[in-house]
């Protein structure tokens, strides 16, 4: 079986999510929309990653036969890399996992979803939100990444700005990791993404010499350039 790289188009319902996220792709050369902000995020690790060749979003839909019966699939991505390995990616929040009987958490209908690629002699792979801070991609490619951040996050809402600038108040630094653990009013994804926000509006410093960036990357204000991380 082979596979058209090609976007299914949203359907009007789902436009109108609020979480639907719409940018242009460099990569691509044309706008992109995903339906949530873990799509967006591991879409930018791909993005970004000078391994990757080419990023489609929602392929297909795949129609296969799984244990007697038709099922149907639209994955989130399909993902070729500069060696021709061709692959699919399924996105969730970590939360949203469910842990099977080998006490290993994987999405709801995994058994059904893996086989449908396999019959289209394509590996997938799962990245959820947690994989955002984790993934190794070099620093200089988070410079790049950061203004397509900024576009999805330009009005972030001043509750929870303030609450990312006022730690600062009594730290002179804090990881990317500390910020999001002082709270449990906000996701930690809406955290680490409106603190790459004030990075690039200039309102905290990053120390761009730690690579690969991650959950122990520091950051300072701004206003304490004397004390930059």
């Given at each position: 079986?082979?596979?058209?790289p090609?976007?299914v188009e949203l359907?009007?319902?789902q436009?109108?999510?609020?979480?639907?996220?719409?940018?242009f792709?460099?990569?691509?050369?044309?706008?992109?929309?995903?339906?949530s902000?873990?799509?967006?995020?591991?879409?930018?690790?791909f993005?970004?990653?000078?391994?990757?060749?080419?990023?489609?979003?929602?392929?297909?839909?795949?129609?296969a036969?799984?244990?007697g019966?038709?099922e149907?699939?639209?994955?989130?991505?399909?993902?070729?890399n500069?060696d021709?390995?061709?692959f699919?990616?399924?996105s969730?929040?970590q939360?949203?996992?469910?842990?099977t009987?080998?006490?290993?958490?994987?999405?709801k209908?995994w058994?059904?979803?893996?086989?449908v690629?396999?019959q289209?002699q394509?590996?997938?792979q799962?990245?959820t939100?947690?994989?955002?801070?984790?993934?190794?991609?070099g620093v200089?490619?988070?410079r790049?990444?950061?203004?397509?951040?900024?576009?999805?996050v330009q009005r972030?809402?001043?509750e929870?700005?303030?609450?990312v600038?006022?730690?600062f108040?009594?730290e002179a630094?804090?990881t990317?990791?500390?910020?999001?653990?002082g709270?449990?009013?906000?996701?930690?994804s809406?955290?680490?993404s409106?603190?790459?926000?004030?990075?690039?509006q200039g309102?905290?410093?990053?120390d761009?010499?730690a690579s690969?960036l991650?959950?122990?990357?520091?950051l300072?204000?701004?206003?304490?350039?004397?004390?930059s991380p």
């Amino acid at each position: 079986m082979g596979i058209s790289p090609d976007p299914v188009e949203l359907t009007p319902k789902q436009r109108k999510k609020q979480n639907v996220y719409k940018f242009f792709s460099p990569s691509c050369g044309r706008e992109v929309e995903l339906e949530s902000f873990v799509e967006f995020i591991v879409w930018l690790s791909f993005e970004f990653d000078s391994a990757i060749q080419f990023i489609c979003e929602r392929p297909g839909p795949l129609v296969a036969r799984v244990d007697g019966k038709e099922e149907t699939y639209t994955p989130d991505l399909f993902v070729r890399n500069i060696d021709g390995e061709e692959f699919l990616v399924e996105s969730k929040k970590q939360e949203d996992l469910v842990e099977t009987e080998d006490s290993v958490r994987l999405p709801k209908r995994w058994h059904v979803l893996s086989s449908v690629a396999a019959q289209y002699q394509l590996p997938l792979q799962l990245r959820t939100d947690a994989d955002f801070l984790d993934h190794r991609v070099g620093v200089g490619n988070w410079r790049e990444a950061l203004p397509h951040v900024a576009s999805e996050v330009q009005r972030p809402r001043y509750e929870l700005r303030k609450f990312v600038l006022d730690q600062f108040n009594t730290e002179a630094h804090l990881t990317i990791g500390e910020l999001a653990a002082g709270t449990t009013d906000w996701e930690p994804s809406e955290v680490h993404s409106v603190a790459l926000w004030c990075v690039h509006q200039g309102d905290l410093l990053l120390d761009w010499n730690a690579s690969p960036l991650g959950r122990q990357t520091l950051l300072a204000k701004a206003e304490s350039r004397n004390a930059s991380p």
